[in-house]
């Protein structure tokens, strides 16, 4: 097998594309590959210009054919490890072909200095969890794909007193909607955007592919709650809840209920018969409010992440 460094990205976005949908494929064959925009939009457009670069390799096989590759995502913001992306083929999913990149791209990673890394793999990727642990990573946090196929049955709207509540096709406060997730994801290192100049950026890239709808808590002028949702305008395609959060003081107040359940009437009335969820850890919000409103957890999708400090 040979591992190419130095490259053009361009010159091997096809093998990227191919690689990715194929995953993609095997873990979700209900959606319809959509990988070439996104890699377009992360390569080009979205990294280099937000605080995030990247660096990637390639492996191919003796016939000179791509068939894995694993990126490095680094950030300007020392105190945040930064993070490895891995695609394989399914058919070279293989301890072999991880242990050719990992410790390659970790050797990169120690270079330019990265004060550490984070990493995942899907839970029933069990060869390449193996080459993970014996790269010194330890698990510390669970992700969790959750799906909602029944939009039929969902409960009535209830406001609580005392909040108002507003929907957006932008995010009209970036400042207050950083605080919020980011109080909403302190424990999750690897929420982006992080910054009100990124999140703008991130919202750019994402209204290519998606309709997106943000929801609002508020008390007085002050944001608490806020809820985004990214729908594609294909049916066969993603809807997504991609973040929700509440801020610590206004929660069990049943705020983070009221946004879900406005998004999750919207979709409905839309005419969609699906919605996933990515989620962190089990917490109240981030498990509990799913399942209250009949998501389950699809373990294929769900994931751990890693951690290795240099």
Request: hydrophobic share 35%; with cysteine; glycine share 4%.
């Amino acid at each position: 097998m040979k591992i190419e460094k130095n490259y053009d990205i361009e010159s091997k976005i096809e093998a990227f594309i191919d690689i990715s949908e194929q995953v993609r494929l095997k873990y979700r064959p209900e959606a319809l590959p959509e990988t070439r925009e996104r890699l377009d939009d992360q390569f080009s457009n979205y990294w280099p210009k937000t605080n995030f670069e990247t660096d990637v390799l390639l492996a191919s096989n003796e016939e000179g054919k791509p068939i894995a590759f694993v990126a490095l995502l680094k950030t300007e913001a020392v105190e945040n490890p930064w993070s490895l992306s891995y695609n394989v083929y399914p058919e070279y999913d293989t301890t072999e072909v991880a242990n050719l990149l990992f410790p390659e791209m970790i050797n990169i990673a120690k270079e330019q200095k990265a004060p550490g890394l984070i990493t995942s793999h899907r839970i029933d990727q069990t060869d390449l969890k193996k080459v993970i642990q014996s790269q010194n990573f330890i698990a510390y946090h669970n992700t969790y794909m959750l799906y909602l196929k029944n939009l039929d049955i969902l409960p009535k709207i209830a406001i609580p007193m005392g909040f108002s509540f507003d929907k957006s096709s932008q995010i009209t406060d970036p400042i207050q909607y950083v605080n919020v997730m980011n109080e909403a994801y302190k424990n999750f290192e690897g929420f982006v955007p992080d910054t009100p100049e990124t999140i703008k950026d991130w919202e750019i890239m994402e209204k290519k592919r998606f309709n997106i709808a943000h929801y609002y808590a508020y008390e007085g002028k002050r944001l608490v709650g806020a809820c985004t949702v990214e729908d594609n305008l294909d049916e066969n395609r993603n809807r997504r809840i991609d973040s929700i959060g509440v801020l610590e003081k206004y929660r069990n107040k049943g705020i983070g209920s009221a946004l879900m359940n406005m998004a999750l009437h919207d979709l409905h009335q839309k005419g969609k018969k699906k919605v996933n969820i990515w989620t962190q850890g089990k917490t109240t919000m981030a498990i509990g409010l799913p399942l209250k409103f009949g998501f389950e957890i699809d373990n294929p999708n769900s994931s751990i992440l890693y951690k290795q400090k240099f």
